[in-house]
């Protein structure tokens, strides 16, 4: 069945129950930007082997995961957040989910404890569409579109409650996909 929404900054991109590729097996993609040109996403929940420590300096005591936000530039760290009134910077893609910020603040504030992990998600390298590949795949089915969710869903830290609760929101019509098993065979 086709997706009925079109993509934009945002909205979720919900890979089918039966999706093989390992960067998007019962993914879900915040999109961040959606152009003609191409689409920016981040995987929801696919959490890296890796802390925020480990990766930035700066952040010595920050213990928190970081995702693996998709195949593309996985040389880069990008987060997303959801407490503009203390970092006052960041692109909002949604009502009130924003993408990056003033990396001083974050440092400062991630240094202070002042961020709970309820609040941002941090993504190592990102999802990528050029300008018809995701157009296709949506038009293969392999991607659902949805703006039903909760902010708590995104920034979830229960990977594989999240798919399932992105699916769940899309309402009765989609609900009993929740429950397939991610390998068919074993049904």
Not at 121 to 139: D, V
Request: with cysteine.
């Amino acid at each position: 069945m086709l997706s009925p929404l079109k993509p934009s900054s945002g909205k979720l991109l919900i890979s089918e129950p039966f999706l093989n590729d390992p960067n998007f097996r019962r993914s879900v993609v915040l999109i961040a930007e959606h152009a003609e040109t191409g689409t920016l996403g981040f995987v929801l929940n696919h959490k890296s082997d890796l802390l925020v420590s480990d990766l930035i300096a700066e952040m010595e005591s920050a213990d928190f995961p970081v995702y693996y936000g998709g195949p593309v530039a996985t040389d880069t760290i990008h987060f997303i957040h959801r407490c503009y009134d203390k970092l006052n910077d960041g692109e909002e893609i949604a009502p009130g989910i924003y993408w990056g910020g003033n990396f001083e603040a974050l440092t400062i504030l991630m240094n202070n404890n002042s961020i709970s992990q309820d609040e941002i998600k941090f993504f190592i390298g990102y999802s990528g569409w050029g300008a018809e590949q995701l157009k296709n795949e949506l038009e293969e089915n392999t991607w659902i579109v949805s703006d039903q969710y909760h902010p708590d869903v995104v920034f979830s830290s229960n990977e594989e409650e999240v798919w399932r609760e992105a699916i769940i929101n899309l309402g009765p019509k989609y609900a009993h996909v929740s429950n397939f098993p991610q390998n068919p065979n074993l049904n």
